[in-house]
């Protein structure tokens, strides 16, 4: 069906600095988030976990807690229909059957009258444990003689890419080599884990802080046995994700205790359960040889990455495949041969974090960069420009790099002043990285789906998506996308987010997808919308379809008798809505993607990409073996930015997670047990320890992207490590090769390189 010519006008939403749509109402504190919520008549939730990192469970007797007051329900791994979940592959027990793998794994569930009442029940519930050896290295699970974690061994995953022979290329080649160490790393989310289930008209309502809700709804109808419309999700608003809301936390718990017991069921989760039971960035080993001609040329990589993947896979193979399209970089490398291997252990479970794997790998890959910059005398950003690659020119998994102009860009913008290292107990030093980060699943197909109605009582256009808002600012740019589409004002949009009863599925929020997604897909049901609409208007003003023009929000007859005459956008949607139709508009938007995945994959390759170079300037106190960033300058390429406050936002707090990455943060675990689950004792940084940030945005148009926009929620951390652990080279001429880069580890590699007086470096060294 042809609809009306739509008269070009000025952008007037795309690029406009608004504030979020939402972010009065958040300040104000009106928004009430999943865990705020209250129901009149409901019970309280609570799990019961394992205290053991490994251990055989040899029976449960709850008698005595279901007979205890206030309690309506205790439930084990026999009450649930089917007891699996997981985002990749279902391999992760609702409640723990005959074997506890990690410290936190739920065992039982209790809903009961208060939350008093519950945790009183909890200590009622006798389970028998017979304790097992725990697994609590990559290095300990590969061991023939290691326990046997699962029934098909340790080893959860393997994918591997080769080209050429970059073995016999760096037999002729200037060669580093080097061991690189990644931590865990949690999310620290302001909300915690939780939400609110009720059962009404047959329906199972499950309100909860998460990142998909239409994966989440086939997860609670698989678990519980019910069909999927049975079931609505709702998950919006939330307050901090990150990515550990991605795969299931709570929401097959509540589904379960409100079914049981007929009644709405609140959970939270406490911040020190979040801590053991919660999910984390995965912690690798990345052993990589680079090779490079005295020119500077690359002509290897060779590299094998091990993932602590934890108890269960959750999202650990799609992880390890982004680790491995990062250790090569954006860089053109004739020759490599990339191993990535997945292995469980009893340290919690790994899953999706800012990033996804390409932090990590990006380190390593970066550091090696700036090794071979150092051992040939080149410059840091010159050797990254010598093999950036040319335009069209397939990248190292055969895809063409169509956005090579803006890597060009990026390293042309910046300039590095060499600062004296000071001969003071205070060094400063300047260090470089460039990252990239992949948009969308790749090569796994992507039907994002969302929708538009002209609402003509409101005079208020609605997107629907179901990609939830935790902060990001998705549901900002999207009001301006359809405002775009639509020349209206961005205050006539409103959006309708993440409601399974109301949205459509257009996926969920990760994989630096959401803008991505969900604006083409709101761009092609804007474009229905104004097709049918002049169908309508054309019959309101007596005039052929072919003669009716649409600008700024109204229909104009521009031919025959009735030329000059106008109605506006909502008078024609009032005059379907008279008809018996709504004016309802829905798209599908089919995510660019190649033909065939790489050999064992599933995600690998991806064809858009979003880069980002960091600069870092950084201090390091010898003396208290502190290091602390003064400034980290990033300048970013995702594509056209929609709302440049917003996006400025999404970096400088990447930013600021990179920083904590790098220098502070490490979730501990002693014998599979961990250590620091709160924030006494895990240290993220604060306002303090914010440095001078400086975001720039080189905007080349991406053009598979909704007016020209890529995905910038991820890429502005991948960097960031890698140019904190060169600043702290750069000032003391020792290179960091383990993170975090804290206070330990930095007088120990100091005292090994020598940097300190002889006396103290035998002191630091312990003799």
Not at 181 to 207: P, S
Not at 305 to 313: E, L
Not at 368 to 384: H, S, T, V
């Given at each position: 069906m042809s609809g009306p010519v739509v008269e070009e006008s000025e952008r007037h939403a795309i690029g406009a600095s608004i504030p979020k749509i939402d972010a009065r109402d958040r300040v104000r504190g009106s928004p009430r988030f999943p865990t705020d919520l209250l129901m009149e008549g409901m019970l309280h939730g609570r799990a019961l976990r394992s205290p053991h990192p490994h251990a055989r469970i040899l029976g449960i007797d709850t008698s005595a807690a279901e007979a205890a007051p206030g309690v309506r329900a205790v439930l084990t791994a026999r009450d649930v229909p089917f007891n699996r979940f997981g985002a990749v592959v279902p391999d992760i027990p609702v409640l723990a059957e005959d074997v506890v793998r990690y410290v936190g794994e739920p065992v039982a569930l209790v809903a009961a009258e208060t939350e008093e009442d519950a945790e009183r029940a909890l200590e009622l519930i006798r389970v028998e444990y017979e304790p097992l050896p725990a697994v609590t290295s990559v290095e300990e699970a590969l061991r023939p003689s290691a326990p046997r974690l699962h029934p098909d061994g340790n080893v959860a995953g393997r994918i591997r890419a080769a080209v050429g022979d970059p073995h016999r290329a760096l037999e002729e080649a200037v060669v580093v080599e080097g061991?690189?160490?990644?931590?865990?790393?949690?999310?620290?989310?302001?909300?915690?884990?939780?939400?609110?289930?009720?059962?009404?008209?047959?329906?199972?309502?499950?309100?909860?802080g998460g990142q998909n809700p239409y994966r989440d709804r086939i997860q609670i109808a698989r678990a519980l046995g019910i069909p999927q419309e049975d079931v609505r999700v709702v998950s919006y608003p939330v307050g901090g994700a990150f990515g550990g809301k991605d795969e299931v936390t709570v929401q097959i718990h509540l589904a379960l205790l409100a079914r049981r017991t007929g009644r709405p069921v609140r959970m939270e989760w406490s911040r020190e359960e979040s801590g053991a039971a919660g999910y984390h960035r995965m912690a690798y080993e990345i052993e990589v040889r680079t090779g490079a001609t005295r020119e500077g040329v690359l002509?290897?990589?060779?590299?094998?990455?091990?993932?602590?993947?934890?108890?269960?896979?959750?999202?650990?193979?799609?992880?390890?495949?982004?680790?491995?399209?990062?250790?090569?970089?954006?860089y053109r490398i004739p020759n490599y041969d990339v191993e990535g291997v997945l292995v469980y252990t009893n340290n919690g479970i790994s899953s999706a974090m800012r990033g996804f794997g390409a932090p990590e790998a990006n380190f390593a890959i970066e550091s090696?960069?700036?090794?071979?910059?150092?051992?040939?005398?080149?410059?840091?950003?010159?050797?990254?420009?010598?093999?950036?690659?040319e335009p069209g020119e397939p990248g190292p998994y055969g895809v063409p790099v169509e956005q090579v102009p803006a890597l060009q860009e990026l390293l042309d913008s910046v300039h590095l002043t060499r600062t004296s290292r000071g001969d003071g107990w205070v060094r400063r030093g300047i260090g470089v990285a460039l990252g990239m980060k992949s948009i969308g699943y790749g090569a796994i197909p992507d039907y994002p789906v969302a929708a538009v109605e002209v609402d003509p009582r409101s005079r208020k256009v609605r997107a629907y998506i179901s990609i939830p808002d935790y902060g990001q600012g998705v549901a900002t740019g999207c009001a301006q996308v359809v405002a775009e589409s639509m020349q209206l004002p961005v205050e006539s949009v409103e959006v309708v987010d993440a409601d399974t009863s109301a949205s459509p599925d257009t996926g969920g929020s990760s994989a630096s997808r959401g803008i991505y997604a969900a604006g083409n897909a709101l761009i092609s049901a804007s474009?229905?919308?104004?097709?049918?609409?002049?169908?309508?208007?054309?019959?309101?003003?007596?005039?052929?379809?072919?003669?009716?023009?649409y600008s700024r929000g109204k229909f104009y007859a521009v031919e025959g008798l009735q030329e000059g005459r106008s109605v506006d956008l909502f008078e024609a949607a009032a005059h379907m809505a008279s008809r018996g139709s709504a004016p309802r508009f829905e798209a599908?938007?089919?995510?660019?993607?190649?033909?065939?995945?790489?050999?064992?994959?599933?995600?690998?390759?991806?064809?858009?990409?979003?880069?980002?170079?960091?600069v870092a300037e950084v201090d390091v106190d010898l003396l208290t073996a502190v290091a602390r960033a003064r400034s980290v300058r990033t300048v970013v390429d995702a594509g056209v930015i929609v709302n440049h406050t917003v996006a400025s936002m999404q970096v400088e707090g990447a930013v600021l997670q990179g920083i904590g990455m790098a220098l502070t943060e490490e979730l501990s675990y002693k014998n599979g047990v961990p250590q620091n689950v709160d924030f006494t004792t895990y240290i993220v940084p604060t306002a303090a320890d914010s440095p001078e940030l400086d975001v720039e945005f080189i905007e080349i148009y991406e053009e598979s992207g909704p007016y020209g926009a890529k995905g910038v929620g991820e890429v502005g951390i991948v960097p960031v490590a890698a140019a904190v652990a060169d600043a702290i080279a750069d000032a003391t001429g020792v290179r960091p090769t383990e993170l975090p880069i804290n206070p330990e580890r930095l007088s120990r590699l100091l005292a090994d390189g020598g940097v300190l007086p002889g006396r103290l470096s035998k002191i630091l060294k312990g003799n």
């Open positions: 061991i690189y160490r990644t931590q865990f790393q949690k999310h620290m989310y302001m909300e915690l884990e939780g939400g609110i289930a009720w059962i009404d008209e047959g329906t199972l309502h499950v309100v909860v002509v290897a990589n060779v590299a094998r990455i091990f993932g602590d993947n934890g108890a269960y896979r959750s999202f650990g193979p799609t992880m390890m495949e982004l680790a491995v399209e990062a250790i090569n970089g954006p090696q960069m700036n090794r071979l910059a150092e051992e040939l005398g080149m410059d840091r950003l010159e050797i990254r420009l010598i093999n950036a690659p474009r229905a919308a104004l097709n049918r609409l002049s169908l309508e208007a054309a019959a309101l003003l007596g005039a052929q379809s072919q003669h009716v023009r599908t938007f089919e995510v660019p993607r190649v033909d065939r995945p790489l050999a064992g994959a599933r995600e690998l390759p991806h064809m858009i990409y979003s880069f980002a170079l960091a």
